[in-house]
């Protein structure tokens, strides 16, 4: 092992299935003749994609006469389980055009394919936009949606429908010798750089083939203007089918042009060597992608895919359903149109928080000793559970359809409910044999410290709300040294602010004087250090 290997960090990859090619008719004629196409798996119906996407833990009524410490081990598989709707058909069905339309272009048996695959390579250059070809059959999609309703699972639960790599040998009675990665997915850098999303994309390679790509392509002084265009060289070589970038979000906090780069960049992987790329992101990356990325939506062929939260409707109960079969208490619960109704409005048709809800209301009702489900019980959890989550929860309750999307997109990506503090708590109720104990109460604390308050005071973002006015620069002010104070009591005792101005309307007064956005909010009494602060 040389030094380059041994000092070379591990890459953790989404990964699927390794075959080799088995080539089948496309059953559409403009796909024929080409073996990336031919050894992809048949075109699904909506039956069959529903039927590859299913996925239900083994489930059996025996579990819930087992002790209390058992189930609390089966009530977990709640989250295993998943239920095909129809944004999923939807989604696959764009997936499948996507990949074969993106390869259409590029067949490795035609003399001229290496030759024009030179060229449009030749003409990869991060710094400026290549205008969309003609000759590009490569489409390409942004999903949008809420943090937790489900776009990364179901993504990559649709790649997995597809091999991941397949390997060809021999074609229509001619040596192939070629290893074509379908898919991959990849998590967009933190920073938003186009290094690190290289980086990135050499250590998938690297793990999944065993290449060197990492080696060869970033050691040394490697710049990011040399890095890209071996980007785009290694996705041609390998026959890369389609490039999913998730969390796309983090280009809103990418230094000034990083997003523009990068976006630019995927324009060129479109556009040079026909490589579809997905976007996957949260609404936060709502701003940057409608007018950034202007150039690829203007060449989709699939259109925008906003992945919104589910109506209280047949597809509602189609989900709480499947949901509800996994019941591990004594006393059955049926499922009702009111406890229905409450799951709902608690998790506003967000998936993940719907799972997790059901499943911590049957810890709580085990713990508790009642042995079922009650709206009492869900209504308590989703109180005690989804604090985090609140901003997000209430601005989905808005009526008023813009009104939502503008909330929507100055929220905090909703965080993950930890689940081990509730499973740890019931856990130790039966231990001390305690029904009465409720889960995830506190009752060691019943003052909230300041140092607590102040991290849950609500800190100041810059945001579409104020418009062009810059805050300072995060080095600029202490993440210790400043409280925001948005409460109703604030605002109404300084007496140097109109009551009824909004944050926009402070801002601009004060912008004609030359004072910045910061210093206008400090001085309406929105911002207070912490030597100011009192409980």
């Not at 590029?106 to 060229?119: A, S």
């Not at 589910?310 to 208490?329: A, G, H, I, N, P």
Request: charge should be neutral; charged fraction near 25%; aromatic fraction near 8%.
């Amino acid at each position: 092992m040389n030094d380059d290997e041994m000092y070379k960090p591990r890459f953790l990859v989404f990964t699927g299935q390794e075959i080799n090619a088995i080539y089948s008719d496309p059953e559409i004629p403009k796909y024929r003749g080409n073996p990336l196409i031919e050894a992809l798996p048949k075109i699904l119906t909506k039956s069959e994609t529903a039927k590859g996407l299913a996925k239900f833990p083994h489930y059996s009524e025996d579990i819930r006469n087992q002790p209390a410490h058992l189930r609390y081990h089966h009530i977990q598989d709640t989250l295993e389980f998943f239920t095909p709707l129809g944004v999923h058909i939807d989604l696959e069905q764009r997936i499948s055009r996507i990949i074969r339309l993106g390869y259409q272009a590029r067949n490795p048996i035609l003399p001229e394919f290496w030759q024009n695959t030179k060229r449009s390579l030749d003409l990869i250059d991060p710094n400026r936009f290549v205008p969309r070809s003609s000759r590009s059959r490569a489409k390409s999609m942004t999903i949008i949606g809420l943090s937790g309703i489900g776009k990364s699972t179901g993504v990559e639960e649709i790649l997995l429908l597809y091999p991941q790599i397949i390997n060809h040998s021999r074609y229509l009675n001619k040596n192939l010798t070629l290893r074509q990665i379908v898919w991959l997915k990849l998590d967009c850098p933190h920073d938003g750089s186009i290094k690190g999303l290289c980086i990135n994309f050499f250590q998938a390679v690297d793990d999944l083939l065993g290449t060197q790509y990492y080696t060869s392509y970033t050691k040394g002084r490697q710049t990011v203007d040399d890095m890209i265009p071996n980007m785009a060289r290694v996705a041609s070589i390998q026959s890369l089918g389609m490039l999913v970038i998730d969390e796309i979000q983090n280009l809103s906090s990418a230094k000034s042009g990083g997003s523009e780069k990068m976006l630019n960049f995927f324009v060129q992987l479109i556009n040079t060597i026909g490589l579809p790329v997905i976007l996957v992101g949260t609404y936060k990356a709502w701003s940057v992608l409608s007018s950034e990325f202007r150039q690829i939506r203007r060449g989709t062929g699939q259109g925008d895919f906003v992945w919104d939260t589910m109506k209280e409707d047949e597809t509602w109960q189609t989900f709480v359903k499947s949901l509800w079969r996994y019941q591990y208490l004594q006393i059955a619960s049926p499922l009702t149109p009111e406890l229905s109704h409450t799951l709902y409005y608690e998790c506003q048709g967000i998936t993940d928080f719907a799972a997790k809800l059901y499943m911590l209301a049957q810890l709580r009702a085990i713990s508790s000793g009642k042995e079922r489900i009650t709206t009492s019980i869900i209504k308590s959890v989703a109180k005690d559970c989804l604090r985090t989550a609140t901003k997000v929860l209430n601005a989905l309750k808005e009526t008023d359809a813009d009104k939502r999307l503008r909330l929507l997109m100055d929220c905090e990506d909703v965080k993950p409910i930890d689940l081990e503090p509730f499973i740890e708590e019931g856990i130790k109720s039966l231990a001390n044999e305690d029904s009465s104990s409720v889960i995830g109460e506190d009752k060691s604390n019943s003052k909230i410290s300041q140092s607590q308050e102040i991290k849950q005071t609500e800190t100041l973002h810059e945001s579409s709300e104020l418009g062009n006015s810059k805050l300072p620069k995060e080095e600029e002010i202490s993440s210790t040294s400043i409280i925001i104070k948005a409460t109703h009591k604030s605002r109404r005792s300084n007496k140097q602010t109109d009551s009824k101005d909004t944050l926009p309307e402070i801002v601009a007064k004060k912008a004609s004087t030359g004072i910045s956005a910061y210093e206008a909010l400090k001085q309406a009494g929105y911002i207070k250090s912490v030597s100011e602060y009192q409980l």
